[in-house]
């Protein structure tokens, strides 16, 4: 499956940004996503995760009660709403699938930036 992400940019410590992840396949349920991100001189660390329903919901303990996940599976997207944001959160943001829940990440996406002022 192919995976775009889009809707980063710039924006000042407290504001809002809503990443979208279009995926290119006609079997996007089959999916759980998750979303990603590498800060410069960092590894990339998990930031959020939806199964292939949207029943279940995980979160990066940095990013809980700031950004909530969602999916669209008639859209074939996923959604990353991230509030409340800090200069720590800049980093660049990845969308991932895989066909497992036990199973890792397999399809990566382009990354989008995400710059936070402060």
């Known amino acids: 499956v192919q995976l775009q992400a889009s809707g980063g940019g710039l924006v000042q410590a407290g504001g809002s940004l809503r990443l979208s992840c279009q995926a290119f396949?006609?079997?996007?349920?089959?999916?759980?996503m998750g979303w990603f991100r590498q800060a410069p001189g960092k590894e990339r660390a998990f930031v959020a995760g939806?199964?292939?329903?949207?029943?279940?919901?995980s979160y990066a303990d940095s990013v809980k009660g700031r950004s909530w996940i969602s999916r669209d599976n008639a859209k074939s997207t996923v959604y990353l709403q991230m509030n409340s944001l800090k200069s720590e959160d800049t980093a660049v943001y990845y969308c991932?699938?895989?066909?497992?829940?036990?199973?890792?990440?397999?399809?990566w996406g382009q990354g989008t930036q995400v710059t936070v002022s402060s």
């Open positions: 939806i199964s292939w329903s949207g029943a279940s919901t």
């Open positions: 991932a699938a895989r066909r497992l829940t036990t199973a890792p990440y397999d399809f």
């Open positions: 396949t006609n079997a996007f349920s089959n999916y759980d």
